[in-house]
Nanobody, 116 residues
Framework: QVQLVESGGGLVQAGGSLRLSCAAS????????MGWYRQAPGKQRTLVAAITSAVNYAGSVKGRFTISRDNAKNTVYLQMDSLKPEDTAVYYCHIRGGWTTLVDYWGQGTQVTVSS
């Protein structure tokens, strides 16, 4: 069973930066999407950034966050700059892949807290 292991969350002051990493514990073939979602307390989980055939960002993070991937390592990164208190949430990485059937893999979540 492939697991996604996240790292890089923490506490940072507004205006600071963090870099999240998400590595798959095994090989995932036929990856069609890699991305990051976040969930703030009392709110639904929403897309932050994703790489499919294109790169997409939520409007609230465009210009501040950058998603990237290392195909050889089945790893996806999220560089977060100019962080704001409203970016505070649990961040989850997501990979969708498979050969005959697409499977959604999720990380365990990593807390990002931005203080004002």
């Amino acid at each position: 069973q492939v697991q996604l292991v996240e790292s890089g969350g923490g506490l940072v002051q507004a205006g600071g930066s963090l870099r999240l990493s998400c590595a798959a514990s095994g090989s995932i073939f036929g990856i069609v999407a890699m991305g990051w979602y976040r969930q703030a307390p009392g709110k639904q989980r929403t897309l932050v950034a994703a790489i499919t055939s294109a790169v997409n960002y939520a409007g609230s993070v465009k210009g501040r966050f950058t998603i990237s991937r290392d195909n050889a390592k089945n790893t996806v990164y999220l560089q977060m700059d100019s962080l704001k208190p409203e970016d505070t949430a649990v961040y989850y990485c997501h990979i969708r892949g498979g050969w005959t059937t697409l499977v959604d893999y999720w990380g365990q979540g990593t807390q990002v807290t931005v203080s004002s």
